[in-house]
């Protein structure tokens, strides 16, 4: 079965920065793509970023420039740092990953930024 484990939500004031991390186990072929979603109350969920296993990256417009992610291939895992952190970037933050046998999502973590 396989479980992906969010980590590194958590209250922060604007300006400031988080890094959340993603740990996928179980039985996973043929990645081809992990990335990050990011839902606000009452609006619909979007892509934040994406890299694939040749490493090309996608930033949602509104995150580019302050967003990095990054991935461990060996390990199944995805991080993303985020800086210069902004009250429209709160929301529950998922980690999703792509490959041959489908879409796997995690339970989500939340991301408040506030002061």
């Known amino acids: 079965q396989v479980q992906l484990v969010e980590s590194g939500g958590g209250l922060v004031q604007p300006g400031g920065s988080l890094r959340l991390s993603c740990a996928a186990s179980?039985?996973?072929?043929?990645?081809?793509?992990m990335g990050w979603y990011r839902q606000a109350p009452g609006k619909e969920r979007e892509l934040v970023a994406s890299?694939?296993?040749?490493?090309?990256?996608n930033y949602a417009d509104s995150v580019e420039g302050r967003f990095t992610i990054s991935r461990a291939n060996a390990k199944n895992t995805v991080a993303l740092q985020m800086n210069s952190l902004k009250p429209e970037d709160t929301a529950v933050y998922y980690c999703?990953?792509?490959?041959?046998?489908?879409?796997?999502w995690g339970q989500g973590t939340q991301v408040t930024v506030s002061s």
């Open positions: 999703k990953i792509l490959s041959v046998s489908g879409g796997y």
């Open positions: 179980g039985s996973i072929f043929g990645i081809a793509a």
């Open positions: 890299i694939t296993t040749d490493g090309r990256i």
